[in-house]
């Protein structure tokens, strides 16, 4: 059990630089997920932090050592890969006794390990088979137990779930949040499956194109998304974006699409007819007519039985996606309402959360 | 995943295989049963009067303290060869896969001493080794070591030995490369991450994955060293000093067309068929039995 300290880690592939300088630091025994989309450099991260990359800039550190120059070996970690990397020419048993084997543990001792791990993930009967005859499943938790029976000062998983069928991937997430609650190891978690971060992470890192755009607990990032893309990445159905100004002195947002809105929690600074991007999430659209409500002339409609999903146009153009209880209309128009506590702003350019002055 | 064709016509799949069974019989069967019948038979020294002696030649051969001896070199010579041409491959394959997991230019170069034709291999080992001409041969002799392959039996299997070796590495060198690529990195990374440095993680790892290969190649290089490497000891050193390089096929060789004795020479060819059937037996057998990870 220890922390771990990413500070300004850089890393480029020849001329490339996938990283641009990312910070992070894990408390002890927290679970931190890292998601994003493919490509965004999760992998690379995660990998700099096993030792299997050696960053261009910047330090690791585990439990207060610095440990930016040592090789994998050193570091007293464990990794769940995506393909569970398992060697395909020993038993399971010796798949999970390899790094003790090697750190030199007596035979008797070994063997109380991986006995005590396959108890606790289900799979003592499979102690004396080879990788190629299990399933995906069994393969993934022979991975999991590989990790345990080490018993590292750090967890890291490379998105070990994405092999495995939707009901097994769920059983599977809730099945590793209970073990590292109960092991109480400190974990990195590589997905880029919102779901999957939502629930797993204790805090989540969500990275854009080698930054990490926000690091906040999963109710802060839905909450209080630090920008355009996390707004639009957490949340399903995602977020709509609407184009606006900044009017009245910076108290409300005329909005292209007709009404200006007045905005709940205050005046945003800036000056006036700032071009901003606001955001509203499908659930918090309400359908009824009043003063403000805008006309969404519907061309889709997802019955999801105990609620609907409708895409629809508002008069200007702009896409809105609408998410009601119950079956909702078929077709037609629908009168929509905005309310003003539920909207999220942010600067057009760039994307930037813009939050009210001294708030 | 078998895939299968059906042919509509009965007659076509025999036509399309007519030409290499064709050849298959008149290149290889006819010769290998003329080999077996001659096995049989001797003739006298004016090749006149041919006699059938039913297992005399074979009786002859292994009484005779030569053949035994002849067996005895081709021991060394084949553990040499294939040992040497392995090792040397699979350390060039480590260190070329570290260094370019991938990249494929260098291979040619590499796979050059493959194609090289015997004698040209052998003359360019004599340029290396030979006591008075040679490079290596002349600093040997220079810093006082007496090296000359022509007078010193050892020596010259040692000779024989590094140049057949040295024809063989690239191909091993191929096949090692590709068995090293197709190892998934995960399970390299994942042993790196279990605690095993590089030396541990190629014997625990790597060599046991690579085993399919090893062993495909073991085979392969055995057969090569004992019948493909005719050419290199012939424009090296005719098996000499004193039959000293001598090996099967190289004695099979020298009594059929040296000493004309076809009888004898034939059932040596015999007993080289049999050693033939046996490595291709076994490498069948275990080609079958073994995992392929
Ligand atoms: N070894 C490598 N050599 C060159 N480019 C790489 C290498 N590893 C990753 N990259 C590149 O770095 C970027 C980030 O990759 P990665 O961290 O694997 O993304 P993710 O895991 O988020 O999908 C990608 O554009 C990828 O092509
Ligand atoms: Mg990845």
Redesign the pocket.
């Known amino acids: 059990m220890a922390t771990l300290e990413l500070s300004a880690i850089r890393?480029s592939?020849?001329p490339?630089e996938?990283?641009h300088g990312v910070d992070l630091a894990v408390a002890d025994g927290e679970m931190i997920v890292?998601v994003?989309?493919?490509?965004?450099?999760?992998?690379?991260?995660?990998?700099i932090a096993a030792g299997l990359?050696i960053p261009s800039q910047g330090r690791v550190r585990i439990a207060g050592r610095d440990v930016t120059a040592l090789e994998p070996a050193d570091r007293d970690i464990a990794m769940v890969f995506q393909n569970y990397a398992l060697y395909p020419h020993m038993s399971v048993a010796q798949n999970m006794g390899y790094g003790l084997k090697i750190r030199g543990l007596p035979r008797a001792e070994i063997d109380r390990r991986v006995r005590e791990a396959a108890a606790l993930l289900g799979i003592e009967a499979l102690l004396d088979r080879r990788p190629r005859q299990l399933s995906g499943g069994q393969r993934q938790r022979v991975a999991m137990g590989r990790a345990i029976v080490r018993e590292p000062k750090l967890f890291l998983f490379?998105?070990p779930l994405s092999n495995l069928d939707a009901k097994l991937r769920v059983q599977m997430r809730a099945e590793i949040r209970r073990l590292q609650r109960r092991l109480g190891v400190t974990s990195l978690f590589?997905t880029?499956d919102q779901v999957e971060a939502m629930t797993l992470g204790d805090r989540l890192v969500v990275?854009h194109q080698?930054h990490a755009a926000q690091v906040a607990t999963p109710m802060e990032i839905w909450a209080k998304p630090a920008d355009t893309y996390v707004a639009g990445f957490i949340g399903s159905p995602a977020m709509n974006f609407l184009k606006g100004r900044l009017t009245e002195g910076g108290r409300a947002v005329a909005l292209e699409a007709g009404p200006t809105i007045r905005f709940a929690d205050g005046p945003r600074p800036g000056p006036e007819g700032l071009p901003l991007t606001i955001g509203i999430r499908p659930e918090h659209v309400r359908a009824e007519a009043g003063g403000l409500a805008l006309t969404l002339t519907l061309d889709l409609v997802e019955p999801l039985g105990s609620e609907a999903v409708l895409h629809g146009r508002l008069p200007n153009g702009e896409a809105l996606v609408v998410k009601l209880a119950g079956p909702g209309p078929r077709d037609g128009t629908l009168p929509v309402a905005l309310p003003a506590e539920a909207l999220h702003v942010f600067v057009a350019e760039g994307g930037r959360r813009l939050d009210p002055a001294g708030g | 995943m078998d895939r299968k064709v059906v042919f509509k016509q009965r007659l076509l799949p025999y036509l399309l295989l007519a030409p290499q069974l064709l050849i298959t019989i008149v290149f290889f069967f006819w010769p290998a049963g003329q080999a077996v019948w001659f096995a049989f038979l001797r003739q006298d020294a004016f090749g006149i009067r041919t006699t059938f002696v039913g297992f005399e030649n074979f009786a002859e051969l292994l009484a005779d303290p030569l053949y035994l001896e002849t067996i005895r070199n081709t021991a060394v010579f084949c553990i040499g060869v294939t040992a040497i041409a392995l090792s040397v491959a699979l350390l060039l394959a480590v260190l070329a896969d570290r260094q370019i997991r991938g990249a494929g230019g260098y291979r040619i170069l590499l796979i050059w001493p493959y194609a090289i034709a015997p004698a040209v291999a052998a003359v360019l080992w004599i340029f290396l080794f030979h006591p008075q001409i040679g490079l290596i041969g002349r600093a040997l002799n220079g810093a006082g070591i007496a090296w000359d392959y022509k007078l010193n039996g050892d020596q010259a299997m040692l000779m024989v030995i590094l140049a057949s070796a040295w024809k063989q590495v690239s191909y091993n060198f191929i096949f090692f490369l590709a068995g090293l690529q197709s190892i998934p990195k995960s399970v390299l990374e994942a042993a790196a991450i279990d605690g095993a440095r590089s030396v541990r993680r190629f014997w625990t790892i790597t060599f046991p994955l690579l085993s399919p290969t090893t062993f495909f190649l073991l085979v392969v290089n055995l057969v090569y060293a004992f019948f493909d490497t005719f050419g290199v000891i012939d424009a090296l050193t005719k098996g000499g000093p004193a039959k000293a390089t001598e090996t099967l096929i190289y004695r099979a060789y020298v009594d059929g067309r040296v000493n004309l004795d076809l009888g004898m020479s034939s059932a040596q060819s015999v007993v080289l068929m049999l050693v033939v059937i046996l490595l291709t037996a076994i490498q069948f057998r275990f080609i079958e039995r073994r995992v392929h990870y």
Do not use: P, Q, Y
């Open positions: 890393k592939f020849g490339v996938v990283l890292i994003g989309a493919s490509g965004c450099g999760k992998s690379t991260l995660l990998r990359e490379d998105e590589v880029h990275m080698g």
